[in-house]
């Protein structure tokens, strides 16, 4: 069985990134700014394992967009497997 490497090699530290949180407001949506506070991970993915990872976490939970426009998706360092 082929060994499986670390996810995410291709990440940035971020402290205290600014975010855009979805917030529905009856049949229409709007985007607000919010600041996270803490230490970061900004992922760039470049595998289809990294992609269904994120996919499988919780939006504006455990994954948020940032509010840059550097790109790439901010996540906890917690939620990363080991």
């Given at each position: 069985?082929?060994?499986?490497?670390?996810?995410?090699?291709?990440?940035?530290?971020?402290?205290?990134?600014?975010?855009?949180?979805?917030?529905?407001?009856g049949n229409d949506f709007y985007f607000r700014q919010d600041c996270l506070v803490g230490t970061y991970y900004r992922v760039f993915p470049s595998s289809a394992r990294e992609v269904m990872f994120l996919q499988s976490l919780r939006k504006n939970i455990d994954v948020y967009l940032p509010a840059d426009e550097i790109g790439g998706l901010i996540i906890s360092p917690l939620v990363i497997p080991k």
């Open positions: 069985m082929k060994k499986q490497g670390k996810l995410f090699i291709d990440r940035i530290i971020t402290e205290n990134p600014k975010v855009l949180v979805r917030e529905n407001k």
